[in-house]
């Protein structure tokens, strides 16, 4: 378990100080996908550091699984960062090294001996996929294959966390997704706790477990995945939310979708977890004399769980409509009529 | 034909000649290189936000190397006469001109070593940082592999000026091509060995240049 208590970290610059992480309190679980996301400057990156005491925090504590990171340094705190590694956004490997090498340094830093480090890193390769490849250089992988050798370079020390600072940003939309799906299947596999920060909600809805908003230091808004996906309360959690869900809503959509649906209503039904699995179309159709016809839909997977939008065009009666969406109100789906504009 | 085209060459002491250039030069490249390397390293772990941040020593390294890269070769040599008598016993000699070579480079690799540390990624420092492991770790598996190529083509660069160097020492008694071409070239007006001595540092210089290149390119694996 990570708990980070009242946590601030301010730096001078200048004259002036800047909190870059403001009283931040967290408790994140054993083998949980936790996310932070928040813009760049929002303090995530500090927060990340802190956690593996890279950066010293100016007040507050933070402890991993019984020990207080915050507290120990020199050769205590180097022995615990075996166990919480990290992976970095621009990969940051040994150019001089080969694949093979780069994975065996954080065993050379342990103290590994050399027949024991070969026996790791066979395996390690095999994990991420890249077996066949150990005698190359960097610059002649890809970057998905380098964010690869990163992974298994963080996993040499069998760690506990693993940290990730925005692991995928510098990667294409395929290659995120790769290794987004190789972070959830270590995290299957090894049991192991990762606390990532993003800026982007597809990593969240994604991967994540539960995600904590980053805004100006402080946590903003803290959920289950697809609690804040469902009902985001922050306006900065909404234009994240947004960031994955843009298309349907933006005005340009809804007014395109006017011009081609000129009569009746345009609902947006909005399902979540179970919902999405229930006959509930089916049953509006039954029981009010409204004619359905479905314009758009889109299911959504996180690691919580479905959450889906569809959008309908119910033609009918003013008031068998009215009654339709209190049929849907009942059924606990959220549907909102999108405006005529 | 040779002897025709160089009548005034004597052979046996341009050899000798030679030879004490390409110790001078071998020997001051060694010790620069160490002592630069030092200095550099001082240089660079003693920034601001580096792992031995430290101003006082940060700024003493800097004036240091300033002053001794600022100061004009062949001045630096009589103001070093004092110091190589005591060092060395004699101020004459290859190995008398060593302290003034090694003293007068030593700075200015330690430059071109802080230099090539920069312009290492940082990132790849916090990561090995993020591995647990110690300074000394990284300054041995991270910043000296990483800079190698940049390492290695600032020390043949060194070496060539040491070269140079050698010469100019040679003008107060060093010994080597220099001292030949200025004393037994230019002073008795023999101007086939002047010539002579120049073309054998234009050949030193060139294959320094070429193994430093290939070296280089060995090295650097990006």
């Known amino acids: 378990m990570i708990e980070l208590k009242q946590l601030t970290k301010t730096f001078d610059v200048g004259k002036t100080a800047l909190t870059a992480v403001d009283n931040v309190n967290l408790t994140i679980a054993d083998g949980e996908i936790f996310g932070i996301i928040g813009y760049s400057g929002a303090g995530k ?82 994990l991420v996929g890249l077996a066949g490849r150990e005698n190359a250089y960097p610059s002649q992988l890809s970057g998905g294959q380098k964010q690869r050798v990163g992974i298994a370079r963080a996993l040499a020390n069998d760690p506990e966390v693993l940290l990730c600072d925005e692991a995928t940003s510098a990667l294409d939309p395929e290659t995120t997704d790769a290794i987004l799906d190789l972070l959830v299947d270590i995290n299957k596999r090894l049991g192991l706790t990762i606390v990532l920060i993003t800026h982007e909600m597809h990593v969240i809805r994604k991967i994540c477990h539960r995600v904590a908003v980053m805004e100006g230091g402080k946590v903003v808004e803290l959920g289950d995945v697809l609690e804040i996906f469902q009902t985001p309360k922050q306006e900065i959690t909404k234009r994240f939310v947004a960031q994955v869900t843009e298309s349907e809503d933006s005005s340009e ?73 209190e049929f849907l109100d009942q059924e606990n789906v959220q549907a909102e009529v999108m405006a005529n504009d | 034909m040779i002897e025709s085209l160089f009548p005034n060459v004597d052979w046996d002491k341009m050899w000798e000649a030679t030879y004490e250039t390409i110790y001078m030069t071998a020997m001051s490249t060694l010790f620069t290189f160490i002592i630069g390397l030092v200095l550099g390293i001082i240089l660079f772990l003693t920034a601001p936000k580096q792992l031995w941040a430290n101003k006082i020593v940060n700024w003493l390294t800097g004036v240091f190397v300033n002053v001794f890269r600022s100061i004009p070769f062949i001045i630096l040599i009589i103001l070093l006469i004092p110091f190589t008598s005591f060092l060395i016993g004699t101020i004459r000699g290859p190995n008398a001109a060593l302290p003034a070579l090694i003293i007068g480079a030593a700075p200015f690799y330690a430059r071109l070593v802080l230099i090539a540390f920069q312009e290492i990624d940082k990132g790849v420092i916090e990561a ?81 240049q070429f193994i430093g290149d290939a070296l280089t390119k060995k090295a650097d694996k990006r």
């Open chain 1, 45 to 126: 990156s500090t927060l990340i550091r802190i956690l593996n005491g890279l950066e010293k925090p100016t007040s507050g504590t933070v402890d991993i699984n019984g020990q207080k990171i915050t507290d120990i340094k020199g050769a205590e705190l180097r022995k615990a960062r075996q166990k919480v590694s990290m992976i970095f956004q621009h990969f940051n490997l040994l150019w001089s090294r080969t694949v093979q090498e780069n994975i065996e340094f954080p065993l050379e830093i342990a103290g590994v001996p050399k027949a024991k480090r070969v026996e790791k890193v066979k395996e390690l390769v095999e």
């Open chain 1, 253 to 325: 959509t809804i007014k395109h979708l006017r011009e081609l649906y000129p009569t009746g209503e345009l609902v947006k039904l909005i399902f979540v977890g179970e919902q999405a699995e229930q006959p509930i179309l089916t049953g509006l159709i039954r029981k009010y004399p409204v004619e359905v016809n479905i314009v758009q839909g889109k299911v959504s997977h996180t690691q919580r769980g479905a959450y889906g939008t569809l959008i309908l065009q119910l033609k009918g009666a003013d008031a068998e409509i009215r009654k339709a969406l």
């Open chain 2, 128 to 208: 090995a940082r993020s591995m647990g492991a110690t300074t000394g770790t990284i300054i041995r598996k991270v910043l000296l592999p990483e800079s190698k190529p940049a390492l290695i083509s600032g020390i043949t660069v060194t070496s060539i000026a040491l070269v140079g160097y050698t010469a100019m020492a040679g003008v107060i008694g060093a010994g080597g091509l220099g001292t030949l071409a200025f004393l037994d070239g230019f002073q008795r007006s023999r101007p086939d060995v002047v010539l002579m001595a120049t073309i054998l540092i234009l050949i030193i210089v060139f294959i320094i």
